[in-house]
């Protein structure tokens, strides 16, 4: 799980370059919440805790990537 959101960070990292893309991400709630969580490692630690938590953080990795794009 932990290689998918690098990915996805990397992601990120990549798409600050195209002009205003970062501005609009960290405007949408959900995203800003989102990498806050991911840069405080919470998935890893839910996962850890509760191994049911799996499809919550599983779905959050989509609806991330779809977002990104």
Known sequence: MAATWQTWLQDLSAY???????QLFLKHQ????LLFKVLAGQPDLELRDDAQRQAFWTQEQKEAAQTNY
Request: proline letters at 9%.
């Open 30 to 33: 959900k995203c800003l919440e």
């Open 16 to 22: 600050s370059r195209i002009p205003l893309f970062f």
